[in-house]
T-cell receptor, first 115, second 113 residues
């Protein structure tokens, strides 16, 4: 069990640029989640995958955000035309099954700074 | 609607002292409850969880939490705090069949020597 891996750890980008983050979940976990955490706040749910299917998206996930999980393995989160308000820690988590029962294993996150 | 309240934004305790972090939840169904810890610049680590049975739950690093349905609370406790416990602590709630957990805003713990 190598845990949940996220890359990059830090990303600084200029406003208007596109960015992409990657998450590699624990291999046995078929469920994958993306959360966003801003300073002084708890994590906020963005989206959820079961295998390769994206089953739920939060209202926080605007049209500029897209997430994929091809083949049900790693996942990517892309933000197009970044804005300063996108600056946050983006957390990926995975679970073996029902999150309400199993809870999550989180990665270390990708911290995005939009300048 | 689900919500989680952590009334204490910041708590300072002396090393060796006892600790209690408060968490109150609002949930229509029987909740599953979690405590996570986050060190600076890191992801969240699961400390413990409650989903049924004994209302006193033991976790890692010497932490425990007690579920009190009548008070809608799930407070985290530790009898003797270590300097390495300084971190941000998050309470979260979920339910069977839910696709996500709801997190509180966190309590930052400072430990002084």
């Amino acid at each position: 069990d190598t845990g949940v891996s996220q890359n990059p750890r830090h990303k600084i980008t200029k406003r208007g640029q596109n960015v992409t983050f990657r998450c590699d979940p624990i291999s046995e976990h078929n469920r994958l989640y993306w959360y966003r955490q801003t300073l002084g706040q708890g994590p906020e749910f963005l989206t959820y995958f079961q295998n390769e299917a994206q089953l739920e998206k939060s209202r926080l996930l605007s049209d500029r955000f897209s997430a994929e999980r091809p083949k049900g393995s790693f996942s990517t989160l892309e933000i197009q035309r970044t804005e300063q308000g996108d600056s946050a820690m983006y957390l990926c988590a995975s679970s073996l099954g029902d999150a309400g029962f199993y809870g999550y294993t989180f990665g270390s996150g990708t911290r995005l700074t939009v300048v | 609607a689900q919500s989680v309240t952590q009334p204490d934004i910041h708590i300072t305790v002396s090393e060796g002292a006892s600790l209690e972090l408060r968490c109150n939840y609002s949930y229509g169904a029987t909740p599953y409850l979690f405590w996570y810890v986050q060190s600076p610049g890191q992801g969240l680590q699961l400390l413990l969880k409650y989903f049924s049975g004994d209302t006193l739950v033991q976790g890692i690093k010497g932490f425990e939490a007690e579920f009190k349905r009548s008070q809608s609370s799930f407070n985290l406790r530790k009898p003797s705090v270590h300097w390495s416990d300084a971190a941000e602590y998050f309470c979260a709630v979920g339910k069977t069949g839910a696709n996500n957990l709801f997190f509180g805003t966190g309590t930052r713990l400072t430990v002084i020597p």
